[in-house]
């Protein structure tokens, strides 16, 4: 029996305070692969596996692995957790395939509805042990879950159960209740409500148990600063991202959105190109960007590449081919 212990850092998953560690996992986790038959594979493994795919923005492949280990005694619960978390993001841009869902249902075809339909099966399978932090993270992922559906009935009915949530002295300051009211009042057309919120607790320290909703809320408040023209603000939030997960995809992007407003294309295109590395090159609308960056700071052979590498993905991206690859192409020659 071969262990795989693997620390990620990720939208919902471990945190690492380096990157230095990601290039190795590929490697790690194949050792793992040849050392057992697929039939005697842990479901530690698999449950790393998805991890790694999840991190490197492979979601079908992180479904699947998670979906190996969700009935195990050790990691099926939080298997489960992350696979509600994939079905819930609403920042995808790798699209979900039916595949990644073994779904009966066959006339669900839409993604986005299986991947909700999904993440409340699983919501229902989930069993919370009884401990405090179990309940209220149960709890938490079905107010999430509502907010997903962009129902207003939905919106309104987790706006409810958060506010009771932070009404309660303990729970007051704590980060998954608040970025609940955040997105709720956002989906609600209420920016300055939602800012109030995160700006509560956007001082909190950094803690393992609440790294996920802490950076969730730092890039939420991050995102209204940007919208804001407050560009000093949200970099300040996205250094603090950065300084407990450097591979945090959204954070890079959003810092190489900010230097690209103010045209340091060279900083901009070295942003999204760790977006870019860092999100498992799916994320199309970031090589589109990359490429742009290259281009404006004149690095044509780069923005060609990048050009190429969403071309391979999506022959026909918008804009991406006449804007920036034919550009690159007659600057080289001329």
């Not at 050790?74 to 079905?87: R, S, T």
């Not at 986005?112 to 993270?137: C, F, I």
């Not at 938490?140 to 506010?163: H, M, P, V, Y």
């Not at 919208?227 to 992007?253: D, F, G, I, M």
Request: include cysteine; hydrophobic fraction near 35%; proline fraction near 2%.
């Amino acid at each position: 029996m071969v262990v795989v212990v693997v620390v990620v850092g990720s939208g919902g998953s471990g945190y690492s305070g380096g990157s230095g560690n990601i290039a190795d996992l590929d490697e790690w986790l194949s050792r793992a692969e040849a050392a057992t038959e697929a039939s005697n594979r842990d479901a530690g493994f698999y449950y790393c596996s998805g991890l790694r795919d999840w991190r490197t923005g492979k979601l079908n492949s992180a479904l699947r692995h998670f979906n190996a280990a969700r009935r195990d005694p050790e990691w099926g619960q939080q298997a489960i957790y992350n696979m509600i978390e994939i079905c819930l993001d609403p920042d995808d841009d790798s699209a979900l395939s039916s595949e990644a869902f073994n779904e009966e249902d066959v006339e669900y075809q839409d993604s986005r509805t299986m991947a909700l339909k999904t993440a409340q099966r699983l919501l229902q399978e989930l069993n919370p042990k009884g401990s405090p932090h179990e309940m209220l993270t149960h709890r938490l992922l079905g107010n999430f879950f509502l907010l997903s559906t962009k129902l207003k009935t939905n919106i309104e009915r987790a706006l409810q159960d958060c506010t009771a949530l932070a009404s309660q002295e303990t729970l007051r300051d704590h980060v998954g209740p608040a970025l609940g009211l955040a997105t709720a009042h956002i989906l609600l057309k209420q920016t300055p409500r939602a800012r109030n919120h995160l700006k509560r607790v956007a001082k909190n320290i950094w803690t393992f148990e609440d790294a996920e909703y802490l950076e969730r809320c730092w890039l939420l408040l991050a995102e209204i600063y940007v919208q804001s023209n407050k560009y000093e603000l949200a970099n300040e939030l996205l250094r603090k991202v950065l300084q407990h997960n450097a591979t945090c995809v959204r954070a890079h992007e959003l810092s190489g959105y900010i230097a690209e407003r103010e045209q340091n294309y060279r900083e901009a295109a070295a942003l999204y190109s760790q977006a870019w590395k860092f999100g498992g090159k799916t994320k199309l609308s970031v090589g589109y960007k990359l490429a742009y960056c290259c281009l404006k700071s004149k690095k044509y052979a780069d923005a060609i590449q990048g050009c190429n590498e969403v071309l391979r993905q999506n022959s026909d991206f918008p804009r991406i081919r006449k804007e920036i690859l034919e550009k690159s192409i007659n600057s080289i020659r001329t």
